[in-house]
């Protein structure tokens, strides 16, 4: 009995502590519907990714700064955080537009989120290559862009893939920001920090100089509706990075030898960016 008694105390003493201490550590997740509006002084969500907070930093269109376990969130910026879609992160920036948070970057949302729906397929990309799609290529939802044509397919099916439609428009003068043929000028190897202007709408601008070229974009609202430019990087170590005041929507920041990457305003104050590698070339790396 003494003997018993003996247990009993240890049990008190040293087990029942620890696993009090493992119980206080659990910390709850933030349920669906649960919002925090910037700047959020104090207060945080908690989703499986980690702590969500707002930052003191803020821009005009996006909001303020949104932070990931105190650190900055792929560059997002917002005004309303939200849970939904099974414990997903949603923001609304300034502009009225929502963006989820996708596999460490923030996709633009057609609508805002609905409390209790289904999170958003992570699975689904843009692929790209210099021919059509063959039917072991992507996952269903995914879309394939074919560089030899500029031919765009998707959304792939359970059957397969659909038939491609032309990205490119026909042929124009290059400057009204309508459809428009492809116009290919290359980049001189002393125009290290190439301004883009309306007259470049529809050029695919290659660069092979020496060294970095550094393209510096305007504000969206200063060029017609429909415009777009594209760069290629030949260069045989120099890299193709782009700055601008307003956040670049596609998650690349720059590309380097054998890649591309094409801009278009997106209607809300951004650039949208798509990247990839060159046909064709041995040493082209995919870019998301």
Same mark, same amino acid.
């Given at each position: 009995? @003494?003997?018993? *008694?003996?247990?009993?105390?240890?049990?008190?003493?040293?087990?029942?502590?620890?696993?009090?201490?493992?119980?206080?550590?659990?910390?709850?997740?933030?349920?669906?519907?649960?919002?925090?509006?910037?700047?959020?002084?104090?207060?945080?969500?908690?989703? +499986?990714? %980690?702590?969500?907070?707002?930052?003191?930093?803020?821009?005009?269109?996006?909001?303020?700064?949104?932070?990931? #376990?105190?650190?900055?969130?792929?560059? $997002?910026? $917002?005004?309303?955080?939200?849970?939904?879609?099974?414990?997903?992160?949603?923001?609304?920036?300034?502009?009225?537009?929502?963006?989820?948070?996708?596999?460490?970057?923030?996709?633009?949302? *057609?609508?805002?989120?609905?409390?209790?729906?289904?999170?958003?397929?992570?699975? #689904?990309?843009?692929? #790209?290559? =210099?021919?059509?799609? %063959?039917?072991?290529?992507?996952?269903? $939802? !995914?879309?394939?862009?074919?560089? =030899?044509?500029?031919?765009?397919? %998707?959304? @792939?099916?359970?059957?397969?893939?659909?038939?491609?439609?032309?990205?490119? /428009?026909?042929? /124009?003068?290059?400057?009204?920001?309508?459809?428009?043929?492809?116009?290919?000028?290359?980049?001189?190897?002393?125009?290290?920090?190439?301004?883009?202007?309306?007259?470049?709408?529809?050029?695919?601008?290659?660069? &092979?100089?020496?060294? #970095?070229? &550094?393209?510096?974009?305007?504000?969206?609202? =200063?060029?017609?509706?429909?415009? +777009?430019?594209?760069?290629? !990087?030949? *260069?045989? &170590?120099?890299?193709?990075?782009?700055?601008?005041?307003?956040?670049?929507? /596609?998650?690349?920041?720059?590309?380097?030898? !054998?890649?591309?990457?094409?801009?278009?305003? !997106?209607?809300?104050?951004?650039?949208?960016?798509?990247?990839? /590698?060159?046909?064709?070339?041995?040493?082209? &790396?995919?870019?998301?």
């Amino acid at each position: 009995m @003494k003997y018993l *008694s003996y247990l009993c105390l240890l049990f008190l003493l040293f087990v029942a502590p620890i696993a009090e201490s493992q119980t206080a550590a659990v910390v709850a997740l933030s349920p669906d519907g649960t919002t925090l509006t910037a700047p959020g002084t104090g207060s945080s969500l908690m989703t +499986s990714a %980690g702590t969500w907070t707002f930052g003191t930093a803020t821009t005009t269109n996006g909001g303020n700064a949104i932070l990931l #376990n105190g650190s900055p969130a792929a560059g $997002g910026y $917002g005004t309303l955080l939200e849970v939904a879609a099974s414990g997903n992160i949603f923001t609304q920036a300034k502009n009225g537009s929502w963006y989820e948070y996708i596999l460490g970057a923030w996709v633009l949302q *057609s609508q805002a989120p609905v409390v209790g729906s289904a999170p958003s397929p992570s699975s #689904n990309t843009i692929l #790209n290559g =210099s021919a059509a799609p %063959g039917s072991t290529v992507g996952n269903v $939802g !995914d879309f394939y862009i074919a560089t =030899s044509n500029w031919s765009i397919y %998707g959304p @792939k099916a359970s059957g397969g893939w659909p038939a491609g439609v032309s990205l490119v /428009g026909p042929a /124009g003068t290059g400057t009204s920001g309508g459809g428009c043929g492809w116009l290919t000028s290359p980049l001189a190897s002393t125009d290290t920090t190439h301004p883009v202007a309306a007259t470049d709408n529809c050029k695919t601008l290659t660069w &092979s100089g020496v060294g #970095n070229e &550094s393209p510096v974009f305007p504000a969206t609202s =200063s060029v017609a509706a429909g415009f +777009s430019i594209c760069f290629q !990087d030949y *260069s045989v &170590s120099g890299r193709i990075a782009w700055t601008s005041a307003w956040p670049f929507k /596609g998650g690349v920041s720059s590309i380097g030898h !054998d890649e591309w990457a094409c801009f278009m305003p !997106d209607g809300a104050g951004n650039w949208s960016v798509s990247a990839g /590698g060159l046909p064709n070339e041995p040493n082209a &790396s995919l870019l998301p």
